[in-house]
Nanobody, 115 residues
Framework: QVQLVESGGGLVQPGGSLRLSCAASGLIISRYTMAWYRQVPGKQREVVAKIIPDMNTNYAASVEGRFTISRDSAKSVVYLQMNSLEPADTAVYYC?????????WGQGTQVTVSA
C-alpha cells in the first residue's frame, strides 16, 4: 500500500532553515505530482509547493524564493528546503502525492517558527 512519511519538522528561530523529507513507498514518485501542503488550526490546508513528473515546480507566492521542492527518485524521497523562515510559516506540513489513479497524504510534521 502507499505510505508517505514526513520528517524534519521542529522548532526554529525566525530567519532559520529546515529541510522536510517525505519518504514514499508503494508508488513511483516520478509518476506523481508531489506536493507539500500546510495547515494551521482553523484554516484550510494550503498548497506550498509542487513538483510535477517532468520536474517543473511551482510555489505559493508567500514562499517563492525562500522554499525549494525537490525529489530524489532513486531514494523515493521528496524534500522541502525552507530558508528564511518566518513565524507565519508555522503550521503542520503534509506531503501529498496525486495522479489520475490516486491521491495520498502523509500524517504531517509540525514546523514552529518562534524566537
Amino acid at each position: 500500500q502507499v505510505q508517505l512519511v514526513e520528517s524534519g519538522g521542529g522548532l526554529v528561530q525566525p530567519g532559520g532553515s529546515l529541510r522536510l523529507s517525505c519518504a514514499a513507498s508503494g508508488l513511483i514518485i516520478s509518476r506523481y505530482t508531489m506536493a507539500w501542503y500546510r495547515q494551521v488550526p482553523g484554516k484550510q490546508r494550503e498548497v506550498v509547493a509542487k513538483i510535477i513528473p517532468d520536474m517543473n515546480t511551482n510555489y505559493a507566492a508567500s514562499v517563492e524564493g525562500r522554499f525549494t521542492i525537490s525529489r530524489d527518485s532513486a531514494k523515493s524521497v521528496v524534500y522541502l528546503q525552507m530558508n528564511s523562515l518566518e513565524p507565519a510559516d508555522t503550521a503542520v506540513y503534509y506531503c501529498n502525492a496525486a495522479s489520475t489513479v490516486g491521491l495520498f497524504w502523509g500524517q504531517g510534521t509540525q514546523v514552529t517558527v518562534s524566537a
